[in-house]
């Protein structure tokens, strides 16, 4: 057997991905509202259709024969790395009955649009049967998927490949240590911002010139994407020469857009620097989910959060906006730096970001692992949020039904936003031993420089290595809590005290 | 077995079929470019998905079962349409090597990248080779489908089915006799509408709000669809709740864009208006390209480009551009309604347009029955546009090389845009018979009368009839060039006389 026909068959199978990306995408930025209903059975017939493709008696010659050690051993290492991930995802997907994977996706789609009801009144109850069928499914998958240690390791496995809850929880240790004592001095003692600059009237037309121009001064490539509107902003991939960006425009409030549309525009800057020899591959991807969003952290907000960025990018926005002529850049750099607790996720800033992640990780892992029920949710939550965040939840739409990720069985997914927010420290510290100059050619607007460094160690690599792998060559050590530490504490303090 | 076991199957196909819609609509809207070379494999995949279903064993089995006389004869009005309609298709489509399928969709392929080259350089050379490959194909599919009289026939079947080459020499005869010496008339004696004030300057933006408005007043759904920008203007339908409309604004000229927008939506008005319960079935679409033709004319000139519309709308357009608040509405109907013989179809008026359809027609049939060449094809078009148009043709880009259709192996599409514009007035002279106040109606902007007219006579039958069927059926009698040679006479002569 050639491992050409390995890849003609993965090749018919992205294709079809390919056309659920494009689904997608649609269902979220164009569609007309009457299609909905229908539309979901063309995504799910496209989901089947590769589901089976993915564990058809084919995909299992090509597992069994090219996973042989003499076969395997003779394979490059592009080769021998996208036989791995077909495999893993193989024995993954086929360890799960097909009647019960259709009966989870069918659970987690009514998940979803309970839910989002459920999030309007308030109202858990209302949630918590689906949310039960939903962790049900997850828990018996936990055991056809197998793992070593933590129950939870299999579910992470997903998100963040080769990553262990003991792993995390050593991480979390070390970063809490340091990051809760450091709020409450900035809380405490500092002196926020004043903010008051950052209110006003933008209209959607200007907004939208201006995500234009911040994606084209990142060098966003144009030509093999686009910006849209949406509700939940988010970037897909659809294949080479197509990777689209979205955002939300509020008009009482440009910062939104503009931090999403970077955020977004981080991840996009990824997906378009992968070798185009990968295309079509199963390594024609990201690293992992953390990796991924290390890259949009980096552009939201070790860039866009930046006085060397705002040196470059204020005249712009001003120009965009006149009502900032009269603003000193410095109100401004501050204003956009204010950090607060609160009750949102999304709406958290830099500082305090990585706290509702474990607040979230510590319940996963104990729902998993059968410490807590999911009933015992919103009480669990509201306690925690407490204890780390130091407020009281008014109601479960401001606390446990805040997030869509449970309704849609996305359980381990949110530890890779803290890890991205720690893996983009420690890249970051590296780019700027690696590009001494680095901050002064952001200040002249030069962000190629940072992109091109990017794009030779971590994008053009797509899934080849691990993230674990990834992070030890880029930075040469292993993941450390203190390059985000040594970040925030030096920034926050210069602008808190 | 069960009728529901045929509907299932071919409800599977119809997801595919709303999959490739979305992929067809996005390489023409918003795809970057650079994503166009993979794309289209995408839509290969999903067109192949969709042939291999449709001439599978399990369809060959519900073909030969339901086509049983003691089987079929028990089912339902709908049902034994729906089964005569798959039926044609799978024989259609199954007489075809598959190997030669796929040559031929390549050879269209390669012909529509290599015929826009073609036509910029205005080398019909170029073009030959392609376009011989595509019409050999084209002349054994004949041979594979079979025909009675003329070859030309099982071409024909595609687009308008049951008409034959006979009835077209026969109705275009008829309307040559009258349609000729009254053009003749018109330019020699008339006195042409002084077009000027259509020239100016009209910003993107007032368009599009201009082309919104005119759909709305149409009664176009826009929960059920949604206008977008492209090169060349299309409609197309994704399943149930979503039949998208596209135009092309032109800064200089606003009527290209309006009457384009018009004309997309009243195809998009059908297809918004087949009964619900036919959804995903095989009659959930047009009767044929002609009925389908003569929505969107009856939209575009009819009601468009008539002196009631515009008694409703013209202060609309005055409000989007002020210039044409100085002018008076008589002098705008007549600008609207200049008809000239010229070189190209697509920009030609309503009088003229079915004498740029006679001419491909009779190049088309003699094609394919081997009575002139592909390499003759330049000669052929000139002289047959002096003869009809009695205009001089400059060069091929302007002549033989103009439309998509060979390119694309589209032969016998041609004598559907007459068929629409005869179709169009038929039904027209109709509805007005029907609905004795309907100019009232439209001058009032009560458009949405038509709308229902159409919907409870034509739309919502969907693919029920056969075209020749319907029409009996609305309007009492067979095709007839009267109604149509009546309308252009009585309205033109009036403008001109």
New interface residues.
Partial sequence: MEIKEFYDYNK?IA??K??YA??EW?MRT??????????A??AG??ARTIFDMGTSPKMATFVEYFNRPKINEKLSEVDRRNVYLVTKEYRRVSSIPPDEFEKFTIACSKGENVWQEAKVESNFAKFKPYLEEIVGYLKKFVEYYGYEENKYDALLEDYEPSMTTKDLKKIIDELKAELVPFIKDLTSKGKAPDTSILKGNFDKASQERLSHEVLSAMTY??????IDETAHPFTIG?????VRVTTNYHVDDMTSALFSTMHEGGHALYEQGVSEAY??MPIYNGASMGIHESQSRTWENLVGRSRSFWKFFFPKLQNIFPQFKGVPLEKFYRAINLTKPSLIRIESDEVTYNLHIMIRFEMEEALINDKIKVADLPEVWNEKVKQYLGIDVPDNAHGVLQDVHWSGGQIGYFPSYMLGNLYASQFFFTAKKEIPNLEEEIENGNLKVLREWQREKIHKFGALYDPKDLLIKVTGEPLSHKFFMNYVKEKFSEIYF
Same sequence: chains 1, 2.
Wanted: zero cysteines; charged letters at 35%; a positive charge.
């Fill in positions: 018919e294709k079809f390919v056309a494009l689904v649609d164009k569609m007309p509202p009457k299609a909905a209903m229908d539309r059975e063309v017939k496209l490539d144009f030509n093999g994407g686009r659809m294949g080479v020469g197509d295309k079509l």
